[in-house]
């Protein structure tokens, strides 16, 4: 069984940071590679930002690259996405995710494991 938990999110003026973190309750958890995703009022669930298992490779959303950072601690077992220069469409449902497969994944079908989503709000 595996649980993601995300926390940090909350209100954030334009231009604003925050930090989001999702912590990792599996045995393995260096064996998962892990996404962000995020879900805006009345519309899709997007793919955000994807790392590999040991950090090494990361892939971004053009929305999001040069603004946020992602990155993992193994031995804490927890993912973290830095978001800067925060802007309104950034305004979402924040969902951290895990699977274990081959390759570089975006799609929502290739995460197996899902966390419960933290509130990002981006307005003045």
């Known amino acids: 069984q595996v649980q993601l938990v995300e926390s940090g999110g909350g209100l954030v003026q334009p231009g604003g940071s925050l930090r989001l973190s999702c912590r990792v309750f599996a045995r393995t958890f260096s064996s998962y590679y892990l996404g962000w995703f995020r879900q805006a009022p009345g519309k899709e669930r997007e793919f955000v930002v994807f790392?590999?298992?040991?950090?090494?490779?990361?892939h971004y959303a053009d929305s999001v690259k040069g603004r946020f950072t992602i990155s993992r601690d193994n031995t804490k077992n927890t993912v973290y996405l830095q978001m800067n220069s925060l802007k309104p469409e950034d305004t979402a449902v924040y969902y951290c995710?895990?699977?274990?497969?081959?390759?570089?994944?975006?799609?929502?079908?290739?995460?197996?494991?899902w966390g419960r989503g933290t509130q990002v709000t981006v307005s003045s």
């Open positions: 790392v590999s298992w040991n950090g090494g490779t990361t």
């Open positions: 995710a895990a699977g274990r497969r081959d390759g570089i994944r975006v799609m929502s079908d290739d995460y197996d494991y």
